[in-house]
């Protein structure tokens, strides 16, 4: 049974530039996004399979992106290659509760 993770992140940032931040940042780590979930533009959960011994890395880099809770690696086996699951929820400051996106009119 594979091992899990619980974070809590938050950004003032603008949400689709940290998004992406958020994608390069789990991909550099050797982490792979299996779900996420967009509620609006408040909130964004990710799940993210990755090895143990890359969480810390993955870690430190998302505090680059994100204000993440702690880290407990009294948790972790820095040296095992065992698959775990984080789940991240990622709260955006700047959201006012209504995401709407702009479709240009195609003729025709």
Not at 2 to 14: D, R, T, Y
Not at 35 to 55: G, H, P, R, V
Request: hydrophobic share 40%; proline share 2%.
């Amino acid at each position: 049974m594979q091992k899990k993770l619980n974070w809590e992140a938050f950004s003032n940032g603008k949400r689709n530039k940290v998004i992406e931040e958020l994608k390069n940042t789990i991909s550099s780590s050797d982490g792979y996004i299996m779900n996420f979930n967009m509620f609006s533009d408040l909130a964004l959960t990710l799940s993210i399979e990755i090895e143990e011994n890359k969480i810390q890395t993955l870690h430190k880099a998302l505090a680059l992106v994100l204000k993440v809770s702690e880290l407990d690696l009294n948790e972790l086996n820095l040296e095992s290659k065992k698959d775990w699951i984080i789940f991240i929820n990622i709260s955006f400051g700047k959201g006012i509760g209504e995401l709407k996106q702009k479709i240009p009119k195609v003729p025709g």
